[in-house]
């Protein structure tokens, strides 16, 4: 049985965002200018758009240095 190249890729994003998650957490940059961060009665939620934007950035950059 042989995986698509989109499930491993799916695959080596989840892994990387799990192995990133703690050290972020580490570090302490959370939130970023750019997040939205929403509190009402018990509830909390929490819209990391420019994290968002950083890994995207960062891992389009290493998928095109891994493709040359």
Known sequence: ???S??????IIVGAGALVLCPA???LGIDPLP????LNWD?????LPFTQ????SASLGLL???ARK
């Open 1 to 3: 049985m042989r995986l």
């Open 5 to 10: 190249s989109g499930v491993i890729f799916l």
């Open 24 to 26: 972020v957490a580490y």
């Open 34 to 37: 750019g997040d939205v961060s």
């Open 42 to 46: 018990n509830h909390r939620l929490f």
């Open 52 to 55: 968002s934007v950083i890994a």
């Open 63 to 65: 998928f095109l240095w």
